[in-house]
């Protein structure tokens, strides 16, 4: 069944308990529905090369942070990977680890390796950082990942710290709708502290100065990252998947029985009443039918008088 529904972050990075409690709780209040707990494996620096066995870290156990909202709120582990070559896959393809992440997310730095996160890497995201934010995108790798189902991530909380990540965030933006026309944005928060969590619709107002359409805005924190989460339990389990969803009731099919009526008894009196209207009715319809055979019997010949 499918369960992402409403408003959704795909990017928290990850904090103490203390952090992510408040965090967690202002997203709760401004009305999200999932969030992602992001963990960072820089590659590019041999990060993990002492663990030759799994160089994935385990997944941030969200146990706790459960127990404490209660149900409130889905929450969601992400892996981001920064590489810059395409012999990462060898390190993923030997990790127990990495399938233990609902969401896998490729940093690259070079312009090989984004085009191998665009084309062949089992990722959900492609994201960005300010050594990477102004890496050149090609029109035709960018829709090789949207055929793939792939997003591409803008984060808004960086933009708000710093004036060099918003200038770079809001070309970055505008080079997804040049390149792409904005197809499969999405827009995470990279939030740090509750103060940087903006609501749901102040984020769909943003998007109109990072290049969206007032739709496209509205489906870069809902229908776009819902659809990347299917997508990536997909990836996760198998390649081939049932969605469950309940069917809408409608008032215009007619052909099923109500309640009331398949309650309803038929009394014999309905039955006599029924009879002798349809008695009634073939007696008229007799009488018709002989005036009518009287028309159509044509006149008789006349006997001639002898003179």
């Known amino acids: 069944m499918n369960n992402f529904t409403g408003f959704t972050d795909l990017c928290i990075p990850e904090a103490n308990p203390t952090e992510l409690e408040a965090i967690i709780r202002e997203a709760i209040e401004l009305g999200y529905h999932n969030v992602a707990i992001e963990q960072v494996l820089d590659v590019t620096k041999g990060e993990g090369a002492s663990n030759k066995n799994d160089v994935v870290p385990k997944p941030y156990s969200l146990s706790d942070l459960k127990a404490t909202f209660g149900g409130q709120i889905q929450l969601l582990n992400r892996l981001t990977i920064i590489f810059s070559e395409t012999s990462v896959s060898l390190a993923l393809n030997r990790s127990n680890n990495i399938r233990s992440y609902n969401l896998i997310a490729a940093l690259p730095t070079t312009e090989n390796s984004f085009q191998y996160a665009c084309q062949t890497m089992a990722c959900d995201i492609v994201t960005y950082n300010s050594n990477t934010i102004r890496l050149r995108t090609v029109r035709k790798f960018y829709y090789l990942a949207v055929d793939r189902n792939i997003a591409f991530e803008l984060k808004y909380a960086p933009a708000i710290v710093s004036s060099n990540d918003r200038k770079g965030t809001i070309s970055r933006a505008h080079r997804y709708h040049s390149y792409g026309k904005s197809k499969n944005v999405i827009i995470s928060s990279g939030a740090r502290s509750p103060f940087q969590l903006r609501s749901p619709y102040d984020i769909a107002n943003l998007g109109l100065i990072f290049g969206l359409s007032e739709e496209q805005s509205k489906e870069s924190i809902r229908g776009v990252p819902n659809r990347i989460l299917l997508s990536a339990e997909g990836r996760r389990y198998g390649k081939a998947g049932v969605v469950i969803a309940r069917r809408p009731k409608t008032t215009e099919d007619s052909d099923d029985y109500s309640d009331t009526?398949?309650?309803?008894?038929?009394?014999?009196?309905?039955?006599?009443?029924?009879?002798?209207?349809?008695?009634?009715?073939?007696?008229?319809?007799?009488?018709?039918?002989?005036?009518?055979?009287?028309?159509?019997?044509?006149?008789?010949?006349?006997?001639?008088?002898?003179?």
């Open 261 to 307: 009526e398949l309650e309803e008894d038929i009394s014999d009196d309905e039955n006599e009443e029924d009879e002798s209207d349809m008695e009634e009715g073939n007696d008229t319809a007799e009488e018709e039918e002989e005036e009518d055979m009287e028309k159509v019997q044509p006149p008789k010949k006349m006997v001639k008088l002898e003179k």
